[in-house]
């Protein structure tokens, strides 16, 4: 279960660096014709917080699947919305944004789903 909780750090890591790309990239033409999509999507191809957030993206990837050899996967899986919990908590520590009872309450809820889950897995 720790390579599975890994994931969801990287997993986190990456939606901020995604984030952080999604903000620096600029819409380069309009997306209504082949030039302008051919000039869009190589201006996030090369977007350098896109590649390693996506690249994040796939080692989170690579590790869920060797996780998964020893596991249940109705027991990991749950696990990675934990990410959930540390992207919204990155968000108001490193994005400003603001915390509501809503977020609270929608935090709260998969912290006590992943612990209610992770009783059940086989022992």
Not at 22 to 39: D, E, I, Q
């Amino acid at each position: 279960m720790g390579l599975v909780f890994l994931c969801t750090l990287i997993a986190a890591a990456g939606q901020m660096l995604i984030k952080s790309g999604a903000k620096t990239s600029t819409v380069a033409a309009p997306w209504t014709t082949v030039y302008g999509v051919w000039t869009n999507v190589w201006a996030m191809a090369s977007n350098f917080h896109l590649i390693v957030g996506y690249s994040l993206y796939g080692l989170m990837t690579a590790i869920f699947v060797v996780a998964l050899r020893d596991e249940e996967l109705s027991i990991l899986f749950p696990i990675i919305s934990l990410s959930y919990v540390w992207v919204t908590a990155l968000s108001i520590w490193f994005l400003g944004e603001t915390v509501n009872p809503f977020k609270v309450i929608g935090v709260l809820v998969i912290v006590s789903g992943v612990a209610v889950l992770g009783q059940g897995g086989k022992k």
